[in-house]
């Protein structure tokens, strides 16, 4: 079986699929608690990430395993043709739907962040749009 470029890109009629990071969330934690990395390399959860965690963020139930102190926050941002450059930070499920309705792809990239230590890490990358 070969891979042609449109087949990575997902451009050849193919579908396209979920990009997971779980298991680099996974490795990155071990090493920070096996004092392999400090907290401060991967606490470094910008500004607006943080503002758009405590302000827009899913709750989870999943404690930050790095300071253990509070609850992670889900941030979905959007990026795609006829979307802002910079992405569009999703706050309401009726915005996903919008934006999956639309014509043209897109990927939803969902970060969780804790608003207490600034851990963050991108979990997975999923597409949108395209109907």
């Known amino acids: 079986m070969s891979f042609s470029v449109g087949a ?3 451009t050849d009629g193919g579908a396209r699929g979920i990009i997971d990071h779980r298991l ?3 490795m990155l934690i071990a090493e920070v608690k096996r004092g392999r990395l400090r907290q401060e390399a991967v606490c470094d959860a910008h500004p607006e990430l943080i503002r758009a965690a405590r302000n827009v963020g899913t709750a989870t139930k999943t ?3 790095i300071c253990e102190e509070t ?3 889900l941030v979905t941002y959007v990026f795609g ?3 802002q450059a910079q992405g569009h930070c ?3 499920a009726e915005q996903m739907r919008r934006i999956n309705a639309r014509s043209t792809d897109a990927n939803a990239y969902v970060v ?3 608003i207490v230590c600034g851990w963050n ?3 997975r990358i999923l597409p949108v749009g395209g109907r």
């Open 8 to 10: 990575i890109k997902g």
């Open 24 to 26: 680099a969330r996974r």
């Open 63 to 65: 404690i930050c395993p």
């Open 71 to 73: 609850e992670l926050r």
């Open 81 to 83: 043709h006829g979307l």
């Open 90 to 92: 999703v706050s309401t």
């Open 112 to 114: 969780e962040a804790c």
């Open 121 to 123: 890490h991108l979990l």
